[in-house]
């Protein structure tokens, strides 16, 4: 395991010590072929379809399309084409893991104080279920 991390823990290059876009600094959230014009154009589509980047993961695929992936329970896939570049967009990270989430959250719902509570939760559990940063944000 450690020759596939080695080069990125030991790096004293600026590029490994900022967390960043790839071409200024290290990320997980993109793949380290993704360049400005990437980011911008990308930025635009998320912008169109109303999706939060903080909730996702982004890679540059050889043809030059995008995979888009967005943590949620819900399953599924669109392909879009915009402003001349196919984006792939899969909901359904960790869905494994969100699902058992919303199974205990589901479970406190009978223990709630209060409505806000009950409110708070549901909201996660809608957020968990889609995807939609929006929802987490109103909890």
């Known amino acids: 395991m450690i020759p596939l991390v080695e080069k990125e823990i030991f790096a004293s290059d600026p590029a490994y010590l900022t967390i960043d876009y790839p071409t200024k600094g290290v990320t997980a959230y993109f793949?380290?072929?993704?360049?400005?014009?990437?980011?911008?154009?990308?930025d635009k589509f998320l912008?169109?379809?109303?999706?939060?980047?903080?909730?996702?993961?982004?890679?540059?695929n050889a043809d030059g399309s995008i995979t888009l992936t967005i943590a949620s329970v819900l399953k599924k896939q669109e392909t879009f084409t915009f402003e001349g570049r196919v984006f792939h967009v899969i909901w359904g990270e960790f869905s494994f893991i969100l699902e058992q989430v919303n199974d205990s959250l589901v479970k406190c719902l009978p223990y709630v104080a209060n409505q806000n509570q009950k409110d708070m939760i549901l909201k996660y559990i809608e957020h968990f279920n889609t995807g939609d940063i929006d929802a987490h944000k109103d909890s």
């Open 47 to 60: 912008a169109e379809k109303k999706i939060s980047i903080l909730n996702t993961w982004s890679f540059k």
């Open 31 to 42: 793949s380290r072929n993704f360049d400005d014009s990437d980011h911008e154009i990308l």
